[in-house]
């Protein structure tokens, strides 16, 4: 994990964040994409907020929820 904040959103509100950050033995599940599984990071993410897939899927689907994304390419 990589601590990222604390950052003051407005008055008392704070922004502090802890983004998972893969080992560089991340091979992105290859195994489990190619029989159609979702990666095991994303599959068992609490906040649900880890997806694993082709850069232009995961930037569409950030547009469109209008959000901040962290990216991690191999
Ligand atoms: S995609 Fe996630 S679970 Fe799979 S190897 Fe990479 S970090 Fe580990």
Redesign the pocket.
Same mark, same amino acid.
């Given at each position: 994990m990589t601590e990222v904040g604390p950052f003051n959103v407005e008055g008392d509100n704070w922004e502090w964040n802890f983004v998972p950050v893969?080992?560089q %033995? !991340?091979? %992105?599940?290859k195994d489990?994409l190619a029989k159609g599984e979702k *990666? *095991? !990071?994303?599959l068992h993410c609490l906040g649900q907020c880890m997806e694993?897939g082709p850069i232009e899927e995961l930037a569409k689907k950030a547009a469109e929820k209008g959000t901040r994304v962290a990216v991690f390419l191999p």
């Open positions: 893969p080992t %033995l !991340c091979d %992105l599940c489990r *990666a *095991a !990071c994303e694993v």
